[in-house]
């Protein structure tokens, strides 16, 4: 299958600092990736869909201006976690749609703490 | 409007059968089924992309239907390597987004 990987795979940061964490897909282009966040023992939930070329479209109550989204090329997608607090400690998981097979290929995740 | 999905958890011997079930409020247009282990990233099952459809893959196979708007997993001659928790990805029109259930816990012991 398709390979998707993910930058960095685990970070620790301070209150009030910024984390950018890349996804990539390695061997296919996408021009839809989505982004998740994991809670302990929980469900993957949906933050936003990543939309090569144009703006990403976030879920109801996640906030754009604290995690942006920037999907620059096809194989690349961006989220930024703005002024991080330790609510925001989440096991975050990106997701590459490809159009080929009809899958979406997940990344191997990025474990943020916020200290 | 996340899906539901039962038992939550579930504990079997090796080579014992399971089933797992995804239940929507809302109308699916395809099921995807996932097993995560833990601290590690879902991994892609299968898709079920009409009504009635069945697939299958190795021992494990799923059925969609899209009247009921319910997925169920299938599980036969259970490994010790399916444990994990396994999750439906529910897609609501044509649109790639995924919505994932509740999960289920698997648990397979020797």
Redesign the interface.
């Known amino acids: 299958?398709a390979v998707v990987s993910q930058h960095p795979s685990w970070v620790i940061c301070k209150s009030g600092t910024s984390v950018k964490i890349e996804c990539r897909s390695l061997d296919f282009q996408a021009t839809?990736m989505?982004w998740?966040r994991q809670f302990p023992k929980?469900?993957?939930?949906?933050m936003a869909?990543s939309n090569e070329g144009s703006k990403a479209t976030y879920e109801q109550g996640v906030e754009k201006d604290k995690f942006l989204i920037n999907h620059a090329s096809l194989t690349l997608s961006t989220l930024t976690v703005t002024s991080a607090h330790p609510e925001d400690s989440s096991f975050y998981?990106c997701?590459a749609?490809d159009t080929n097979t009809?899958?979406?290929?997940?990344?191997?995740?990025t474990?943020l703490t916020v200290t | 409007q996340?899906p539901v999905q039962s038992p939550q958890a579930v504990i079997l011997r090796e080579g014992e059968d399971a089933v797992i079930n995804c239940s929507s409020s809302k109308a699916l247009y395809s099921v995807?089924w996932?097993r995560q282990k833990h601290?590690?990233?879902?991994?892609?099952l299968m898709?079920l992309?009409k009504g009635g459809e069945q697939k299958g893959h190795e021992k494990i196979s799923a059925s969609f239907n899209e009247k009921k708007q319910q997925s169920s997993l299938y599980l036969t001659a259970s490994q010790l390597s399916y444990s994990g928790t396994y999750?439906c990805?529910t897609e609501m029109g044509n649109t790639?987004?995924?919505?994932?259930?509740?999960?289920t816990r698997l648990q397979v012991f020797p």
């Open positions: 299958g839809t989505f998740y929980q469900s993957l939930m949906l869909t998981i997701s749609h009809y899958e979406q290929y997940f990344g191997p995740g474990r | 996340q995807h996932y601290g590690e990233a879902p991994v892609f898709i992309l999750f990805g790639d987004k995924l919505i994932f259930g509740t999960g």
